[in-house]
């Protein structure tokens, strides 16, 4: 399988000169967390990551934000080539180029149609890399977002007072609460009042760097109040080709992992998945 066969064709790219606050507009309205960006004549630069953006809050121009050493990938490239780069190197954007123009883009959910392809039955006990770190239930929502930011996860599975899994928590469930003015929140990130309607799913999802720093004001509530209740979970001995295909029919980017007993024994990214391509 090639990467043609996989990727986004056509991405949305930023032209120069730009300034963070077109890209920051771009990733708000689009639901992007990264975009290729590319000269006036389409010719490839670099690319740009939310990460990017807010390690240099300060700096307005688009040019001293782009990553020109951004790995890339070009069609014909063998898909089990590429996933080996993005497990290797912890990567969830890579832009596809042919003649120097971005011609398609890749995330890790493009090659979960090539595991389950692969039909690929390696237990998922076996392919999970990063720390599980549960929570409690009554655990304050802003314990469990310092708890996200400190562990570098994405996703908290929360357990009852037996011991059982009950739910699952992810960091936009917690931004989702969280109490910030909507005018000056775009205020604040360079995005005018008069803008078409802002899609608040896109504004938190850059806004969640922006207002760490910041820090976000969260209402006093138990995590209980705000998780996804009875999640949809995997078995630790569920094959990786099975894990791919309730990632893509329920677009989750992370799974709980529980054995016979409903005992959470740890959670699956999706870049685990990706890495049976590379076994």
Not at 158 to 185: C, E, M, P, W, Y
Not at 187 to 205: K, M, P, T, Y
Not at 228 to 233: A, F, G, Y
């Amino acid at each position: 399988m090639r990467v043609k066969d996989i990727m986004t064709e056509d991405p949305i790219v930023v032209k120069l000169p730009g300034t963070r606050t077109e890209i920051l507009r771009i990733m708000v309205t689009k639901k992007l967390t990264g975009v290729p960006i590319v000269k006036k004549d389409g010719t490839y630069v670099g690319f740009v990551a939310r990460k990017h953006i807010f390690a240099s809050p300060t700096e307005e121009q688009l040019a001293l934000l782009v990553q020109k050493d951004w790995p890339t990938t070009v069609k014909t490239g063998n898909v089990e080539d590429v996933a080996r780069l993005f497990v290797e190197g912890d990567i969830h954007h890579m832009p596809v180029v042919s003649k120097k123009k971005v011609v398609g883009m890749l995330t890790p959910a493009d090659f979960l149609e090539a595991v389950q392809k692969k039909n690929v039955d390696t237990p998922v006990s076996e392919l999970t890399r990063s720390p599980c770190v549960p929570v409690y239930e009554k655990t304050p929502l802003k314990v469990a977002l310092e708890i996200i930011k400190v562990a570098k996860v994405f996703a908290l599975p929360v357990l009852d007072k037996t011991g059982k899994l009950s739910g699952i928590i992810t960091d936009r469930d917690i931004f989702n609460q969280s109490h910030i003015n909507g005018s000056i929140a775009i205020s604040d990130l360079g995005l005018g009042e008069d803008e078409d309607s802002w899609s608040w799913d896109g504004l938190r999802n850059v806004m969640k760097l922006y207002y760490e720093e910041s820090k976000i004001d969260l209402p006093k509530i138990d995590v209980v109040e705000v998780m996804v209740k009875k999640p949809v979970t995997v078995f630790e001995k569920t094959g990786a080709a099975e894990a791919a295909r309730m990632m893509m029919m329920e677009d989750f980017g992370q799974l709980p992992v529980i054995d016979m007993n409903d005992r959470l024994v740890a959670m699956l990214y999706e870049l685990d998945v990706v890495a049976t391509l590379v076994q």
